[in-house]
């Protein structure tokens, strides 16, 4: 399981360096809002991530097997990419800075892609749980240290050199690389690229179950991403918290409920089972929107709040350590690192459908309402789960999800 953890280490370490603190670092060197916002398009290789992924399934690398082969030369472009960035100057050539970040992004979507395949082709089904808690714990550490910490080493030593650090700490994913094992089975690659962009797709499709489990990827973490596109909007504006306040508390204390309840949902799945455990863990995302609901309610409140942040979070992690156990479950390894792209991207469609709808939603009803709403819109999610409890448990006994 170290291995687990610095590859999630990893994986994590270059999105806030690409994303939220490339934007603190382009906001403190003057860089106007317009090409600011224009920088976020650096993000795009993570939405498709999955149009490449089949070259990753095809071709196997002659040096550390089928995936490992992919992911040090990919974390070596990251070790360099991001080293690179470190050189520019924002305020003098933006552009070169913005071709950068998109390589490094790029490179980034690229290693993800690799390490899901890896980390599906290398867990056993015990094993799923405490194996997908210990890389998102791996993985929300490297987003503190790429966020908080890089904007307080900045403080001192300025961008450059946070960056020139940052790309030495990718030194750890490498030897998450190089001190995992190889899978005990040895499943051969598809035979030609053909085989490789629709293989995956047949092999999937062809079960009977198939929508109804791509509509569960969909929909079961629906009501929870739902509610987290406003929750810092609604803590600073509809509440009146600080911004330091809701960095914090949301942010720092967040994360570690969010680490903490991965780890427990990772040790519970091992007793539990897959579907009881995406039953109870989604229950629990499901009810802790209405301690947001609450504190809308109740108004400024800060042990309200805490309890709040802390609540969902906790259910989050749990929520997600299920949710990548299952869409490992539901992957062919002969395909993994398509199908997992695929399934991975399937599952932010909801939120990037309905969350737009946010803002009106609240202008009409209210923030209290707006929270109720997002609890309803994980019900059907949790319909479909108990539908189809049958094949969720073939799953988890290591049969096609054709069975009933």
Known sequence: MA??????FASGLPLPLTGG?????????GVDLTTIGIFSLV???????FMWAPLMDRFVPTWLGRRRGWIFPIQLGLFFGIGLM?????SCAPLMLGVLAFLVAFTSASQDIVIDAYRTDILYEKERGIGAATFVLGYRVAM?????LALIISDHIGWHKTYLIMALVMIAGMVGTFTGPEPKENTASPKSLKEAVIGPLQDFMAHPYAFSMILLIVLYKLGDAYAGTMTTTFLLRGVGFSATEVGTIN????????????MFGGTLMVKLGLFRSLMMFGFFQMVSNLSFMALAWFGKSYELMIFAVAFENLCGGMGTSAFVALLMALCNKRYSATQFALLSSLSAFGRVLISPSSGYVINVTGWAMFFFITTLAALPGLWLLWRLRNQIDNLKQGQSIDNS
């Open 86 to 90: 470190g050189f520019t100057q924002p």
């Open 251 to 262: 942010k720092g204390m967040g994360l570690v409920a969010t680490i903490v309840g991965a």
């Open 43 to 49: 993000g795009v290789p993570y939405i498709i991530k």
């Open 144 to 148: 503190l240290v790429a966020g908080a």
């Open 3 to 8: 291995a687990m953890l610095l590859l999630g």
């Open 21 to 29: 603190t490339l934007q603190a670092w382009l906001t403190i060197a």
